[in-house]
């Protein structure tokens, strides 16, 4: 244990105005391999001719009824809701450079079952609102696949 502390070395920071300036912090030096470090230098010499892209944190949709919203899915996650529940979610993205995810059981049902795959394009309209067995409120969903004419042909296979 006395090891790893003596290894600990202060952290520096940089300040508004890239003054450097002591932060308090301890931490160990990162170890990257050389042949990684090339490649890291040469992309960072990149940067400014780079575009951001998607925010790696995504918005929760919620949807009115007739709503329509298109997207590429991009897979599944899981939050927690009010009641402290896991609840699955569908994530999309939009032409707008947005992730966005809704936890809707009818949604995540039909992407599921239907095996909609990473990287499908499709189309989300919020139906209406329907009754789930406990009684609850639940919003209805439709869900289509996008294609166009430069798309392969889509194939169903029936499971």
């Not at 049902?109 to 329907?130: A, D, L, N, P, V």
């Amino acid at each position: 244990m006395s090891n790893e502390k003596e290894a600990l070395q202060p952290i520096q920071g940089v300040g508004p105005g890239g003054q450097l300036e002591e932060t308090g912090l301890s931490g160990r030096a990162i170890g990257i391999a050389p042949d990684r470090l090339k490649k890291f230098m040469a992309d960072a010499e990149r940067l400014d001719e780079m575009e951001a892209g998607l925010p790696i944190k995504g918005l929760y949709k919620r949807f009115e009824v007739g709503e329509v919203v298109r997207g590429v899915f991009v897979g599944f996650n899981s939050f927690l809701n009010r009641r402290n529940e896991t609840v699955t979610a569908a994530c999309w993205i939009t032409p707008d450079k947005n992730l966005y995810t809704n936890g809707g059981v009818a949604l995540v049902k039909q992407i599921s079952e239907f095996g909609i795959g990473i990287g499908t394009k499709i189309q989300i309209t919020r139906t209406g609102t329907g009754k789930n067995k406990a009684g609850d409120d639940v919003n209805e969903f439709e869900v289509r696949i996008l294609t166009s004419l430069d798309d392969q042909t889509l194939e169903i296979v029936e499971q």
